[in-house]
């Protein structure tokens, strides 16, 4: 049978073995079975055993040989095998990069106290209906020689994990094998992520992240293998991906399971003539044509043969790589702290793992035994296309309700167009006016007036935005979109409160005691 950390625990006893299907007389029949699927989908190499590249060498064939090191010098090879592996699918090129380097994965670590640091690369597609999200992950499914598709909304904790159930024959208590422990070395698929149960979606944490699935159950303790990569599928709530809204506040989904997720991708369905003319294309010449119109650079057998061959490859990072990793997270973390561009999640460490893995997936592609700085270019890239949001809308000063007494005091029509401003420089006006409302606050506590009029803290903005403004027209625009901003702060987003004193005009604010600076 498979030798290494593939290999079963051996015939021991069948309650060791805990498969609940093996019974004796099957033990003693299959006493010889060997593990040819993956080798024969694979041209003859096993992804999986501890081969080297040298080894492997010679087991393949010289014409299969001559095949993988022509691809290996392909100047194009990172858009071919992304085409080839996806032909029927159009467009959404940034996701076949993503999944291909999931197919080759990271290089799995451990520390000196013992401690496993995973390989594998998670993604997640989130996007709206019709958008070939299910697509992609049959064809996963098909193509990877270790595969387990399965639904969310079908899914519970146990059947993704293990179950602990009781033997007909010996009537003792047996572990049955869940989804991802099926999956181990290979690919689990999860459509409809975001319909899974909560509770089911927890059972799933220490998989994503140590590789290891813990039972303690009527009297059974174990801790098994899942090594194994997750690829999801979610819809956002509602069906519809919400532009204003950030990627969190878009799906059911916890914290801790986003930031198991190496890459996340938004497809959002969109009118758009040019594409959706060559999406109908595609889509009648498959229907009408089939073979004919599916267009491949290189075949299927081709490409597990060559990422069989490429995952041997366990590349080093270099010195100026390593550098150039820790200046580009410097980076996403500063930009995290300014929050003047919303991310989809917090930036933490498990964001820089990422980065390194997919640089190792980057170098094994084109079978680099080093990771250079331009495989980590290519990573911080994809990486960035997750953590970046889909772009807010303008926020429009005038959306909050008009008070009947106050309708005259408005401006025209024309005047009053003119009064939208990005969200960007929305989130920077009222963060610069709620810190120092804050500051305010904090130095004269121990006084009766600790609170700012509404005029005091417009003027204070106006001074110190004063460099900017040229011009007294300049600086009266400047001033009434900074009024506004403070309207909408009290009415809209209940973030400052009006406490009596001061005048009409001018009440006195504070900041909401629950309010959090983002």
Same mark, same amino acid.
């Given at each position: 049978g498979?030798k290494?950390? +593939? ?15 093996? !019974? ?10 060997? @593990? ?10 096993d992804? +999986? ?6 080894d492997?060498?010679a ?20 858009? +071919?095998?992304?085409? !080839? ?7 959404s090129?940034?996701?076949? =990069? ?15 106290e ?6 594998? *690369? @998670? ?5 709206d ?6 697509q ?7 193509? !990877? ?22 033997? &007909? ?9 869940? #989804?991802?422990?099926? #999956? ?18 927890? #059972? ?8 290891t ?11 098994l ?23 969190q506040? @878009? ?5 801790p ?15 758009? &003539?040019?594409?959706?003319?060559a *999406?109908?294309?595609? *889509?009648?010449d ?8 599916v ?22 990072i ?31 460490v ?8 997919? !640089? ?7 079978? /680099? ?8 270019k290519?990573a911080?890239?994809?990486?960035? =296309? ?41 989130? =920077? ?12 606050e ?5 006084? /009766? ?12 903005y ?14 009266? #625009?400047?001033? +009434?979109?900074? &009024?506004k901003?403070?309207?909408r702060?009290v009415k809209?987003? @209940? ?16 900041v ?6 983002e």
């Amino acid at each position: 049978g498979p030798k290494g950390d +593939n290999a079963p625990s051996g015939l021991m006893g069948l309650k060791a073995l805990g498969v609940r299907d093996l !019974s004796y007389r099957m033990a003693f029949l299959g006493c010889g079975v060997e @593990n040819t699927v993956q080798t024969e989908m694979t041209g003859g190499i096993d992804p +999986n055993s501890e081969l080297t590249e040298e080894d492997v060498r010679a087991q393949v064939s010289e014409r299969d040989l001559r095949r993988i090191y022509e691809m290996s010098k392909d100047r194009n090879l990172y858009q +071919n095998l992304a085409t !080839s592996m996806f032909p029927t699918i159009h467009g959404s090129d940034e996701i076949k =990069k993503g999944i291909l380097l999931m197919l080759f994965g990271g290089v799995p670590k451990k520390t000196i106290e013992g401690t496993s640091l995973r390989g594998d *690369i @998670n993604v997640c597609i989130v996007g709206d209906p019709s958008t070939a999200k299910s697509q992609f992950l049959k064809q996963i499914a098909e193509f !990877s020689p270790r595969c387990v598709y399965t639904s969310g909304k079908a899914s519970t904790a146990a059947g993704l994990t293990a179950a602990v159930v009781k033997d &007909e024959e010996s009537q003792e208590f047996v572990i049955e094998a869940g #989804a991802l422990l099926l #999956a181990d070395n290979g690919i689990c698929c999860i459509d409809e992520f975001d319909k899974m149960d909560v509770r089911d979606q927890v #059972a799933i944490h220490e998989a994503m992240e140590q590789q290891t699935i813990s039972i303690t159950k009527a009297g059974v303790k174990a801790v098994l293998n899942a090594r194994a990569s997750i690829l999801a599928a979610a819809n956002p709530i509602g069906g519809r991906y919400d532009r204003s809204k950030s990627l969190q506040q @878009n799906i059911q989904l916890s914290a801790p399971i986003m930031s198991r997720f190496d890459l996340f991708f938004v497809l959002v369905d969109e009118c758009n &003539e040019v594409t959706d003319y060559a *999406i109908a294309r595609r *889509i009648v010449d498959l229907h009408s044509r089939q073979q004919e119109s599916v267009e491949r650079e290189y075949t299927m057998e081709e490409i597990r043969r060559y990422i069989a061959f490429a995952k041997k490859f366990q590349p080093r990072i270099t010195r100026e790589s390593q550098e150039f990793m820790v200046e580009e997270y410097k980076k996403l973390r500063q930009r995290d702290a300014n929050a003047m561009s919303k991310a989809s999640w917090r930036i933490t460490v498990r964001q820089l793992e990422s980065l390194i893995r997919l !640089s190792e997936a980057m170098a094994k592609m084109v079978c /680099e035994d080093e990771v250079l700085v331009g495989h980590v270019k290519e990573a911080f890239r994809l990486l960035s =296309k997750s953590i970046i949001r889909v772009e807010t809308p303008d926020i429009n000063l005038e959306e909050e309700p008009e008070q009947p007494e106050q309708a005259e005091d408005h401006m025209d029509t024309e005047d009053s167009e003119q009064l939208r401003i990005t969200f960007e420089d929305y989130r =920077k006006i009222s963060n610069m006016l709620i810190m120092h409302m804050r500051e305010f606050e904090e130095k004269n506590k121990d006084n /009766e007036e600790g609170a700012l009029k509404k005029m005091e803290l417009v003027d204070w903005y106006i001074a110190q935005i004063e460099d900017e403004i040229e011009g007294e027209q300049e600086m009266i #625009a400047k001033k +009434n979109v900074t &009024e506004k901003v403070i309207e909408r702060l009290v009415k809209v987003d @209940n973030v400052l409160l009006e406490i009596g004193g001061g005048d009409e005009n001018s009440p006195y604010l504070v900041v909401h005691p629950n309010y959090i600076v983002e």
